[in-house]
């Protein structure tokens, strides 16, 4: 009996006994996206590091549904982790509208430094109170103008009707460089651009050369007015539910998972810019700083809290 005993504490120490699998949702499609492969890796860290005691299985393809429908699962704890695009938490998540803002990161490299450091902590600790744990920010590219006819300017822009997701902040942006937002499904972009129903779209690079949008609307505009992030969750129910040690496994398998993200984002948009090119595309270099000091009522009427100005002038602040 004692040695049963001790077999079964030996067991339950390396994890062998009621292991965890961990869902976890992604709409992308391709199997080695970024995102997707990205949280495969951190399954495979996490299993490592906790003895097999947790893993995690990724359902991509929106398998497990929509971003919101993901997000509702997580929140309620039928679902373990999901990843969804930035702008789907704007309106939940009060501090999450700040990484969406236009012209908010200079550069990629700003950007991740941001992630990187305190105002990334606090950032992904703000959807807690709605039940969501927030373990990783994923690079989801910058975000430019695309039309018939190349950007270059503030009176390029100016009356151009542009497709944008449906978010009040990117209606807004539009509006402020004298362009006309129409928000569509990504879907239908294509055809809109076929059609004349849209002059323009704004986009990052795999998404412009990856829907064939550059056939409509060759000339690549690089704004870079937005680098909003993917974000990967984890339910507060799940999350509370592990043991501390397995928080802490959980929370560096993710901290790997962005360096192995970050690294296949960045080969996917040299590719993407080479097919881009390849396939008829023009690359046009735009003056961005008009475009930025546009913004300004962006800011004013979005940015209306002191909350939510220390967090922008954080982010400003980081070097």
């Given at each position: 009996?004692?040695?049963?005993?001790?077999?079964?504490?030996?067991?339950l120490a390396?994890g062998?006994?009621?292991a965890?699998?961990?869902?976890?949702?992604?709409?992308?499609?391709?199997d080695?996206?970024?995102t997707?492969?990205?949280?495969?890796?951190?399954?495979q860290?996490?299993?490592?590091?906790?003895?097999?005691?947790?893993?995690v299985k990724?359902?991509n393809?929106?398998?497990?549904?929509?971003?919101?429908?993901t997000?509702?699962?997580?929140?309620?704890g039928a679902?373990?982790m999901?990843?969804?695009?930035?702008?789907?938490?704007?309106s939940?998540?009060?501090?999450?509208l700040?990484?969406?803002?236009?012209f908010?990161?200079?550069?990629?490299?700003?950007?991740r430094?941001?992630?990187?450091?305190?105002?990334?902590?606090?950032?992904?600790?703000?959807?807690?109170?709605?039940?969501?744990?927030?373990l990783?920010?994923?690079?989801?590219?910058?975000r430019?103008?695309?039309?018939k006819?190349?950007?270059r300017?503030?009176?390029d822009?100016?009356g151009?009707?542009?497709?944008?997701?449906?978010t009040?902040?990117?209606?807004?942006?539009?509006?402020?460089?004298g362009?006309?937002?129409?928000?569509?499904?990504?879907?239908?972009?294509?055809?809109?651009?076929?059609?004349?129903?849209?002059?323009?779209?704004?986009?990052?690079?795999?998404?412009f050369?990856?829907?064939?949008?550059?056939?409509?609307a060759?000339f690549y505009?690089?704004?870079?007015?937005a680098?909003t992030?993917?974000?990967?969750?984890i339910?507060?129910r799940?999350?509370?539910?592990?043991?501390?040690?397995q928080?802490?496994q959980l929370?560096?398998?993710?901290?790997?998972?962005?360096r192995v993200?970050?690294?296949?984002?960045d080969?996917?948009?040299?590719?993407s810019l080479?097919?881009?090119k390849?396939?008829g595309?023009?690359?046009?270099?735009?003056?961005?700083?008009?475009?930025?000091?546009?913004?300004?009522p962006?800011y004013?009427?979005?940015?209306?809290?002191?909350?939510l100005?220390?967090?922008?002038?954080?982010?400003?602040?980081?070097k």
């Open positions: 009996m004692k040695r049963t005993v001790t077999l079964i504490a030996g067991l390396a062998s006994l009621f965890l699998e961990l869902k976890s949702a992604d709409v992308h499609n391709a080695d996206y970024p997707v492969a990205a949280v495969r890796h951190l399954g860290v996490l299993s490592r590091s906790s003895g097999g005691a947790l893993s990724v359902f393809k929106g398998a497990l549904g929509t971003e919101k429908e997000l509702d699962q997580a929140k309620l679902l373990a999901t990843r969804v695009h930035g702008a789907a938490l704007a939940m998540c009060p501090k999450s700040v990484p969406t803002l236009p908010v990161f200079r550069s990629v490299a700003h950007q430094q941001v992630f990187d450091g305190p105002v990334g902590e606090e950032l992904l600790k703000a959807c807690e109170h709605q039940g969501l744990v927030g990783a920010f994923y690079d989801a590219g910058a430019s103008l695309y039309a006819k190349p950007v300017s503030l009176a822009a100016r151009l009707k542009v497709r944008v997701p449906q009040d902040v990117w209606v807004a942006a539009m509006a402020a460089i362009a006309n937002a129409t928000p569509m499904p990504i879907g239908e972009v294509y055809t809109g651009l076929k059609t004349g129903l849209i002059d323009a779209a704004e986009n990052n690079l795999p998404s050369e990856g829907f064939r949008h550059m056939e409509a060759k505009s690089r704004t870079e007015h680098m992030p993917d974000v990967l969750f339910s507060k799940v999350w509370d539910k592990l043991a501390p040690a928080q802490a929370r560096e398998a993710a901290k790997d998972s962005v993200q970050r690294q296949l984002w080969a996917a948009e040299a590719k080479e097919r881009a390849a396939g595309a023009q690359i046009v270099e735009v003056e961005r700083e008009p475009f930025r000091q546009a913004m300004a962006v004013t009427r979005f940015v209306n809290t002191p909350d100005q220390r967090l922008v002038k954080a982010i400003q602040d980081t």
